[in-house]
Each structure stands twice: as C-alpha cells, then as structure tokens.
Nanobody, 132 residues
C-alpha cells in the first residue's frame, strides 16, 4: 500500500514562495507516477504538476514558470521511500487551495504521467493561503 504524507503548507503574501513536501512510501521498488493536485471548496480538483519515472515533468498552464516538481530518494533507510517536492514561487491569491500529493503505480519506466491520469493513492492535503 502506498502512503503519502504532505507538509509545508502555510500562509504567504502574493509574490512569496512556499515549498511543499510529500513523503511517499511505496511497497515495491518499481516506478510510480507522482503528482501534485489542488482543490478549492466548491470546485473540482485540479492537476498542478506531475512527474514521470524518468523525471519528465508536466505542469498546468497556470503554474508554468512558477512551480517546480521534483523527487528525491530517501537514502537514509532501506525501504522504498521518496520525497516529492513542489517549489512554488511568485504565488498568487488564485493559488490558494488545499494541495494534495498523489501516486499511481507501479508503472513502466517510460510511462507519461499526465495530469489527466487517474491517481489511486492520495495524501491528506496541506493548506496554502496566498493573500493579496
């Protein structure tokens, strides 16, 4: 079973930055699609950024050039665990939402993990509030 735990949300003024983190624990060493999504109450969940196993990235048009998704392996312990990051710069009030990290897999190493993909495993969410 995949386990995801987010952290790093908070409140910031417009133009500021936040770095979200997600600890992703997977049951196998096989590759997974991973991504960040966000949701505002009363609206549908929106894909923000996703990461292919080969580190190709996909971004929503609204965040291109401002957000960066990245992943690191947790080398400190002998299990399959990763840190998934979302660096958010030049934040805008419209970026305010609950942000969720997600994973889906295992997948093949050449899988394109689009934002439209059905992700099966989700974190609990972390709140981001951007004030004008």
């Amino acid at each position: 079973q995949v386990r995801l735990v987010e952290s790093g949300g908070g409140s910031v003024q417009a133009g500021g930055s936040l770095n979200l983190s997600c600890v992703v624990s997977t049951p196998t060493s096989s590759p997974y699609c991973m991504g960040w999504f966000r949701q505002v109450p009363g609206k549908e969940r929106e894909g923000v950024a996703s990461l292919d196993p080969d580190f190709d990235t996909h971004y929503a048009d609204s965040v291109k050039g401002r957000f960066t998704i990245d992943k690191e392996n947790d080398k400190s312990i002998d299990i399959d665990r990763y840190f998934l990051f979302l660096q958010m710069n030049n934040l805008k009030p419209d970026d305010s939402a609950t942000y969720y990290c997600a994973a889906d897999g295992p997948v093949s190493w050449w899988t394109a993990c689009s934002l439209n993909r059905q992700y099966n495993d989700w974190g609990q969410g972390t709140q981001v509030t951007v004030s004008s």
